[in-house]
């Protein structure tokens, strides 16, 4: 167990809807990414928040939204979904972000678009 | 350029035998290079890793090689068994960045 918590842990949707996915890191760390694994894309960095702020941005779409709240849980928005956009989610937390932390991941969120 | 290649896709190994996965970059501003292993319906887990100032390390049953001429670095789990049966990503990190660059993965079967 990893110490990062996700819910929910499957999630089945349709085309059009938008959904929630929230994300509590490791109790002390202070940055959170969010991760998409997919069959044909692999695992691809989203986004990155630190301490309530965006710091990194990767290939998130605009339909994809992020955000840290002050206790530190990230929720990660997805609207207007597709059915690429079907994969699993994963949150990863470490201390403070820099390059040579540990990243923790959570169990995933599978998201199912039909 | 910020991409991770990663060889084999898949991997079936006899039990007792030596895994080996190997990774490729051409970004030389990376400078930290983790090894992740994820078992099916689990998040991936750190495995071992290496920063680019050294050549080798080891932990029990795995070691990472690495070749900065070549900028490739290769992960070794010696006498697989089969627990270690799972997907293995190698990873890449800018320096100054936390975002992890990923692998495609490597699916390893080790045969009892």
């Known amino acids: 167990d990893s110490g990062v918590t996700q819910t929910p842990k499957h999630l089945i949707t349709a085309t059009g809807q938008r959904v929630t996915l929230r994300c509590s890191p490791r109790?002390?760390?202070?940055?959170v990414y969010w991760y998409q694994q997919s069959l044909d894309q692999g695992l691809q960095f989203l986004i990155q928040?630190?301490?309530?702020?965006?710091?990194a941005k990767g290939n998130i779409l605009e339909r994809f939204s992020a955000q840290q709240f002050p206790d530190l849980h990230s929720e990660l928005n997805l609207s207007s979904l597709e059915l690429g956009d079907s994969a699993l989610y994963f949150c990863?937390?470490?201390?403070?972000?820099?390059?040579?932390?540990?990243?923790?991941f959570g169990p995933g969120t599978r998201l199912l678009v039909l | 350029q910020q991409q991770v290649k990663q060889s084999p896709q898949s991997l079936i190994v006899q039990k007792g035998g030596i895994s080996i996965i190997n990774c490729a970059y051409e970004n030389t501003a990376f400078d930290y290079f983790p090894w992740y292993q994820q078992f099916p319906g689990k998040g991936p887990a750190l495995l071992i890793a290496?920063?680019?100032?050294?050549s080798e390390k080891k932990e029990g049953r795995f070691t990472i090689s690495f070749n900065k001429s070549a900028k490739q670095f290769s992960l070794h789990i010696m006498d697989s068994q089969p627990g270690d049966s799972a997907t293995y990503f190698c990873?890449?990190?800018?320096?100054?960045?936390?975002?992890?660059?990923f692998g495609q993965g490597t699916e390893l079967s080790v045969k009892p």
């Open positions: 990873a890449a990190r800018i320096g100054g960045l936390g975002k992890l660059i």
């Open positions: 290496i920063r680019p100032d050294v």
């Open positions: 109790s002390g760390d202070l940055s």
């Open positions: 928040y630190y301490n309530g702020e965006e710091r």
């Open positions: 990863a937390s470490s201390v403070v972000g820099g390059s040579s932390e540990t990243q923790y």
